[in-house]
T-cell receptor
Framework: NAGVTQTPKFQVLKTGQSMTLQCAQD?????MYWYRQDPGMGLRLIYY???????DKGEVPNGYNVSRLNKREFSLRLESAAPSQTSVYFC????????????????FGAGSRLTVL | GESVGLHLPTLSVQEGDNSIINCAYS??????FIWYKQESGKGPQFIID?????DKRQGQRVTVLLNKTVKHLSLQIAATQPGDSAVYFC???????????FGQGTILTVHP
């Protein structure tokens, strides 16, 4: 059971270049998310998809686009990369709610480290 | 808006000691609170959650305490082990579906 798989794990871009981060989950989850993680900032939500066919902005969506390709896959695209987008990106998915709080239990991928020069 | 902060960015303990990781929050409308553990090179992993109408919840070697009066959350780890070394995040969930607000994280280092 792979869980959430992200590719690539590492990427170096020049300012202005474009790229797409890929994410796939094999848990049949309806909801998927993209977060970025920066030192001292915790994880911040970029975009999420509550279900196949829908996407919504999170806290920091500027400079990014997403595509929910199907139920399994949720990609994040940087059209014109900027140094401020240097970060570690995490994809997550969720379906299970806990018995105690009813909270979404997010399952995260291993992360994609992006450096923009 | 929501914000979450941590009192201590780093915590070093000896193996066998108890660890306490703290988290302060500002949004009193949060429905639930979650602790995540992130090991080096991996994504965050769910540890334990607590609903806003609870004060305490215990899991295996972990206890979460919630003080809504002072908007404070803590994670207690009993008999800390080297495998507990990681970054610990608190996260708040509210009415917005699936959207969690994460704290900055605390680095826990356990020395053998």
């Amino acid at each position: 059971n792979a869980g959430v798989t992200q590719t690539p794990k590492f990427q170096v871009l020049k300012t202005g270049q474009s790229m797409t981060l890929q994410c796939a989950q094999d848990m049949n989850h309806n909801s998927m998310y993209w977060y970025r993680q920066d030192p001292g900032m915790g994880l911040r939500l970029i975009y999420y998809s509550a279900s196949e066919g829908t996407t919504d902005k999170g806290e920091v969506p500027n400079g990014y686009n997403v595509s929910r390709l199907n139920k399994r896959e949720f990609s994040l695209r940087l059209e014109s990369a900027a140094p401020s987008q240097t970060s570690v990106y995490f994809c997550a998915s969720s379906e299970t709610r806990t018995r105690i709080s009813g909270a979404n239990v997010l399952t995260f991928g291993a992360g994609s480290r992006l450096t923009v020069l | 808006g929501e914000s979450v902060g941590l009192h201590l960015p780093t915590l070093s303990v000896q193996e066998g000691d108890n660890s306490i990781i703290n988290c302060a929050y500002s949004n009193s409308a949060s429905d639930y609170f979650i602790w995540y553990k992130q090991e080096s090179g991996k994504g965050p992993q769910f540890i334990i959650d607590i609903r806003s109408n609870m004060d305490k919840r215990q899991g295996q070697r972990v206890t979460v305490l919630l003080n809504k009066t002072v908007k404070h959350l803590s994670l207690q780890i009993a008999a800390t082990q080297p495998g507990d070394s990681a970054v610990y995040f608190c996260a708040l969930g509210g009415t917005s579906y699936g959207k969690l607000t994460f704290g900055q994280g605390t680095i826990l280092t356990v020395h053998p």
